[in-house]
């Protein structure tokens, strides 16, 4: 086979890869995403890891399974996972999960196949409120929703497929080599997760919305956020991910998009602050 035919058939099967994890919903999220990597594999790897690190919380006696905090998150988890079917509907077949772990972190997330893990840390440091938990477990299992952990691997499959064509095209060039891995790193990995954290924003916005609780939570969470870390944080220019300015124009934009859903949601019963 030649090196022409050979490129042209790798540029199909990584055409043929794309797909979209989820429907759009009131905020509209539907870009097609790059999946080439099987979602079965990436969520047993990720349950894999996600166990040892409760295996370590534990041994650490850092693992919280009751009292309380474990409570109030169970309770926020229990009103946005059914909420996850407006998005997708093989939600109700994935095997939630929901770790707390009493530690000094400022963050949170879910893992592929909806294994979510909150650290005490962002909780007491923020001094949440439950409208902020749900603005923050919505952002996390929308990651999940939309597979970003899948699709972060399937860029980095296919980055390493096209350094590989590029490899035996160009023979002895290794500039040429070079420029391809180059290209890859650029287009194909890192302009995607600005992307990622700003659907997983939005999704997260309506999924706390559908729930009872108030969007305007996700507002609050970025400015106590921006306050948390002044100083610390680096120029959006430099960074992956949205800067929290960036951030709260984006959410603020959405809100007409979600407030009728809060209007006629069933509100929850307001949890104790710890």
């Given at each position: 086979?030649?090196?022409?035919?050979?490129?042209?058939?790798?540029?199909?099967?990584?055409?043929?890869?794309?797909?979209?994890?989820?429907?759009?919903?009131?905020?509209?999220?539907?870009?097609?995403?790059?999946?080439?990597?099987?979602?079965?594999?990436?969520?047993?790897?990720?349950?894999?890891?996600?166990?040892?690190?409760n295996q370590k919380a534990k041994e650490k006696n850092i693992l919280v399974t009751s009292g309380p905090a474990y409570?109030?998150?169970?309770?926020?988890?229990?009103?946005?996972?059914?909420?996850?079917?407006?998005?997708?509907?093989?939600?109700?077949?994935?095997?939630?999960?929901?770790?707390?772990?009493?530690?000094?972190?400022l963050n949170a997330t879910c893992a592929p196949g909806g294994k979510i893990t909150f650290y005490t840390g962002i909780?007491?440091?923020?001094?949440?409120?439950?409208?902020?938990?749900?603005?923050?477990?919505?952002?996390?299992?929308?990651?999940?929703?939309?597979?970003?952990?899948?699709?972060?691997?399937?860029?980095?499959?296919?980055?390493?497929?096209?350094?590989?064509?590029?490899?035996?095209?160009?023979?002895?060039?290794?500039?040429?080599?070079?420029?391809?891995?180059?290209?890859?790193?650029?287009?194909?990995?890192?302009?995607?997760?600005?992307?990622?954290?700003?659907?997983?924003?939005?999704?997260?916005?309506?999924?706390?919305?559908?729930?009872?609780?108030?969007?305007?939570?996700?507002?609050?969470?970025?400015?106590?956020?921006?306050?948390?870390?002044?100083?610390?944080?680096?120029?959006?220019?430099?960074?992956?991910?949205?800067?929290?300015?960036?951030?709260?124009?984006?959410?603020?934009?959405?809100?007409?998009?979600?407030?009728?859903?809060?209007?006629?949601?069933?509100?929850?019963?307001?949890?104790?602050?710890?």
């Amino acid at each position: 086979m030649s090196f022409r035919i050979f490129w042209i058939l790798a540029l199909v099967a990584l055409l043929s890869a794309c797909a979209n994890t989820t429907r759009s919903g009131a905020v509209g999220v539907n870009r097609s995403q790059f999946m080439m990597a099987s979602s079965e594999e990436v969520n047993r790897i990720s349950a894999v890891s996600y166990n040892e690190q409760n295996q370590k919380a534990k041994e650490k006696n850092i693992l919280v399974t009751s009292g309380p905090a474990y409570d109030r998150l169970k309770f926020i988890a229990n009103r946005l996972i059914p909420q996850t079917e407006a998005f997708r509907d093989d939600t109700k077949q994935w095997d939630w999960r929901l770790t707390l772990i009493d530690a000094p972190v400022l963050n949170a997330t879910c893992a592929p196949g909806g294994k979510i893990t909150f650290y005490t840390g962002i909780i007491e440091q923020l001094n949440l409120n439950d409208d902020e938990i749900a603005a923050i477990m919505g952002h996390e299992i929308a990651h999940a929703l939309r597979e970003h952990g899948r699709e972060r691997v399937s860029q980095s499959v296919a980055q390493n497929v096209l350094v590989n064509i590029a490899m035996a095209v160009a023979g002895p060039y290794g500039s040429a080599v070079g420029a391809a891995n180059q290209v890859a790193q650029y287009a194909i990995i890192l302009p995607n997760s600005r992307e990622n954290e700003s659907e997983a924003d939005a999704i997260g916005l309506e999924l706390a919305a559908r729930a009872g609780y108030n969007p305007m939570g996700a507002i609050s969470v970025w400015q106590k956020m921006l306050k948390a870390t002044k100083g610390s944080s680096s120029p959006e220019f430099l960074s992956t991910h949205p800067s929290g300015e960036t951030r709260i124009e984006q959410l603020t934009a959405l809100m007409p998009a979600v407030e009728p859903l809060y209007k006629v949601a069933p509100k929850p019963v307001p949890t104790k602050k710890l």
